[in-house]
Every structure is written in structure tokens, then in C-alpha cells.
């Protein structure tokens, strides 16, 4: 058995995940503040249906002891006696696009209340480069009265979870590694080495580590901003952009993106993270910037372009029936944090429509209690004057859209994937 005892804080899609596979050769307290999430997870319960069940109830066990296994807790007590803390809690943005390190100030000031002599803290939310060690490592230091890289220590292991994504689960992801020491470096690697079955990169420091995740999500969020521009340019060309895209893939370094709506907790977040951090150090970021400007315009672009097709079709748009199918920020997965799906549902409804939500994926209490939008988990059956597919599940494949339109609706496909009876798509 190993010594090592390690406190997961934070429960989400990214922590549960990373709790339930050190619980099968460590000890776990994964503790988070949410008592109905707790709860729920102690009767191996995950909604967020990143760990199935039987898995889950596989590590659990019922007290917070040394042995082998999953303890889940929000009482701070429970995980007093861990010597590994390490923080998955989310990393928002504020209403102005700025980092809200709100959540990470939170869980450092829970550590630090339990924070004792030799134990390593390792933050896997993404930051800008810096503030694990600025912003976080103070709190710590507050709050414990104890001395960094005297007393405590820190890591930095970035989170790569893929929501809803069953391949790339977390073992079979390579993960970065990083220390605030370099044998405490090597220590957080090992640590991880012991459970991920990908391997592992061990970066020199941790602004390094924080930089390379940062990174990450930028990338992609430039070429989807590139691809989004590329369908304005070629719609306006009534040319087929899914199949300019096919034909350019014949290349073999041709990078394989498309257009679409660009949200989520990574992607269409991290970006401004760097961002904030390269104008407190003095350089406007214009490319970044750039395409953050183009995917947060994708939702008003594309609601245009139905509404455009609707009076081509001589609809009326006033009061006119509008199905969208899909509502959580990527397909087959009940997330609906920061989609941009309701970018689209609110430009829609600007223009007097009528807009019935169907996803079966997402809670509707959570739609409700998020964006104050009813949704329905059941496909209705009645006619509708335009059907926006927003996102691709892959219940939404087989249904017989044609049979829900009326004789002139028009159908739009925002992720082109359907392949029959589209009158508009990205």
C-alpha cells in the first residue's frame, strides 16, 4: 500500500474522473462544497456521465481511511489528514471576458486550512503562466502560516479532459507535469506516472506547465476562427465550405478543423486568460484577440443567416416556429456551460419567433437555472417553420427532420452533419 493520501477538491468533469483513477491504487477523499453532488456520488451517481456507474461504485468505499479507494466528502475534516492536495475547480470568465480566479482563491483558502509541514499542493485548472505561484501559493501561505518551498510545496499538473469523450479518457492522455522544486518535480511526475498509462512530460518549472495548457485551447480556438471566416467568405461565394474543406484535407499537413459555435469551459475560455496576462505585461495580443472577436460572433452570424434563408423562403418571422436541436456545448455530452447554442436561441428570439429547445442530453433545471430557457429531453412532434441543428448528438442523426418541417420550413445545419434535405448549413 502505498503512503500517499491524496484530497481531490473539486468533483466536476474534470476531478471526479481524475479521483476515481488514483482511488484504484491510492487512498481518495475527493471533497467538493456541493452537498447534492456529494451525495449523489456516494450512491455512484455521476450526472455529469463522465465515470458510468459501475466504475464509480467500484473504488467507493465508506470512511476516510488509509485504505485503497474513493472517499467523497464536503466536510473539510475529512481531508485534514491527506498529504496530497490537488485543486480541479473550474476557471472562469467574468461578464467582460476577464479571469474570475474566484473558485481557485476559494479551494487554496480550504487547503490552507488544512495545510500541514511536508505536504504538496498541485493545481490542475488552467491559468494564465504565473498564478499558481502568485496568486495561489500566497493564499496558501496566509492562511496556513506556513513557508513555501520550506514548509509546503507546490505542482502544477494541467487538466486535458475531453468531456464526453470515451477513447481520450484521463489515463490514456499524456500528461504534463511540474514542480516547484525539482525533486518536487520529479515526485508530482511520479505521482501521476503511477496512474496514467499514456506517460508523462515533465515540465522545468511551472509557468512552463501553465504556459503549454494555456496554449493548448488557443491554438484551436485560432484555427476555428480561421475556418469560421473562411464559411463567411465562401457562403457569400455560394460555395460549399464542408466541401472546400474536404478537398483541401487531401493534403497531408492540411489541419483538419471546421466551422462552428465555439464554447464550452476550454476553449472559448483560456484564450483570455493569456490574453489579460500579455496586456498586464505590456503586448496587445491581436491574433488571439482576433479570433476570440470571430467565434464570439459565430451565434449572431448564424441566427442571421436562418432568418435570411426563412424570408428567402417567404416566411414570416414574426411568431414564425423555430426548433433547435441541441443546447449543451458540444454533442453527446450534457455540459451546458458557456454554449454558445444560446447565442443563436437569443438572436433567433430577438427577431419575435417562437423557439422550442429539444436536447436530450441536457438537465432542464439547470438550463432553466443557467439561461432561464425551457428545454424539452423529448422530440416534439409538431410542424415547424425552421429546424437549427446546433449540436451534433447522435440521436439527432436518425430522426426524419423533414417530417417535422412545413412545406417551405427551412432546415440549417450549424456542424454539418446531415446529409439529407439542408437548406442552409455553415
Not at 120 to 131: H, L, Q
Not at 142 to 170: C, M, Q, W
Not at 297 to 308: D, L, R, T
Request: aromatic share 8%.
Amino acid at each position: 500500500m502505498n503512503k500517499e493520501k491524496i484530497a481531490i477538491i473539486g468533483l466536476g468533469y474534470v476531478g471526479l474522473p481524475l479521483a476515481r483513477l488514483f482511488a484504484t491504487k491510492y487512498a481518495v477523499v475527493g471533497f467538493d462544497i456541493n452537498q447534492k453532488r456529494v451525495s449523489e456520488l456516494t450512491k455512484g451517481k455521476d450526472v455529469t456521465l463522465e465515470v458510468e456507474d459501475d466504475v464509480l461504485k467500484a473504488v467507493l468505499k465508506d470512511t476516510s481511511d488509509d485504505t485503497m479507494g474513493l472517499f467523497c466528502s464536503y466536510d473539510i475534516k475529512d481531508i485534514e489528514d491527506c498529504n496530497y492536495y490537488v485543486v480541479t475547480v473550474p476557471t472562469p470568465i467574468d461578464k467582460n471576458n476577464r479571469p474570475d480566479l474566484t473558485p481557485l482563491y476559494k479551494s487554496s483558502e480550504t487547503v490552507g486550512k488544512v495545510l500541514k509541514k511536508g505536504d504538496i499542493v498541485i493545481y490542475e485548472s488552467t491559468v494564465y503562466p504565473g498564478a499558481t505561484e502568485d496568486e495561489c501559493i500566497p493564499v496558501l501561505e496566509k492562511v496556513s502560516g506556513l513557508k513555501f518551498n520550506v514548509d509546503f510545496f507546490a505542482g502544477y499538473s494541467p487538466e486535458r479532459i475531453n468531456p464526453g469523450d470515451k477513447l481520450h479518457t484521463v489515463d490514456k492522455i499524456l500528461k504534463v507535469t511540474a514542480g516547484s522544486t525539482p525533486e518536487i518535480g520529479k515526485k508530482v511526475d511520479a505521482l501521476y506516472s503511477s496512474i496514467i498509462t499514456a506517460g508523462t512530460h515533465l515540465a522545468p518549472t511551472i509557468k512552463v506547465a501553465e504556459a503549454a495548457k494555456v496554449i493548448e485551447n488557443s491554438q484551436r480556438d485560432i484555427n476555428i476562427a480561421f475556418v469560421n471566416e473562411l464559411a463567411k467568405i465562401f457562403n457569400l461565394m455560394d460555395i460549399d465550405t464542408h466541401a472546400v474543406l474536404e478537398a483541401a484535407g487531401t493534403k497531408w499537413n492540411f489541419l483538419p478543423f471546421k466551422p462552428g459555435l465555439v464554447g464550452g469551459h476550454c476553449i472559448g475560455v483560456d484564450p483570455y486568460y493569456l490574453a489579460q496576462k500579455a496586456q498586464e505585461v505590456g503586448y496587445h495580443p491581436e491574433i488571439i484577440l482576433a479570433g476570440r472577436r470571430v467565434n464570439d460572433g459565430m451565434g449572431q452570424y448564424v441566427a442571421s443567416e436562418i432568418i435570411k434563408l426563412m424570408v428567402k423562403n417567404d416566411i414570416k418571422i414574426k411568431n414564425a416556429n423555430i426548433l433547435v436541436l441541441g443546447i449543451t456545448f458540444k454533442e453527446n455530452c450534457p455540459d451546458v456551460r458557456n454554449t454558445k447554442a444560446v447565442d443563436v436561441i437569443s438572436q433567433l428570439a430577438s427577431y419575435g419567433t417562437a423557439i422550442t429547445i429539444h436536447d436530450p442530453w441536457a438537465n432542464p433545471e439547470e438550463v432553466k437555472h443557467e439561461y432561464n430557457l425551457k428545454t424539452t429531453r423529448d422530440l416534439p412532434q409538431e410542424k415547424f417553420d425552421a429546424i437549427v441543428l446546433t449540436v451534433a448528438h447522435k440521436e439527432f442523426l436518425n430522426i426524419n427532420l423533414k417530417a417535422l418541417l412545413n412545406t417551405n420550413g427551412v432546415l440549417y445545419d450549424v456542424k454539418g452533419v446531415l446529409t439529407e434535405g439542408v437548406t442552409g448549413r455553415l
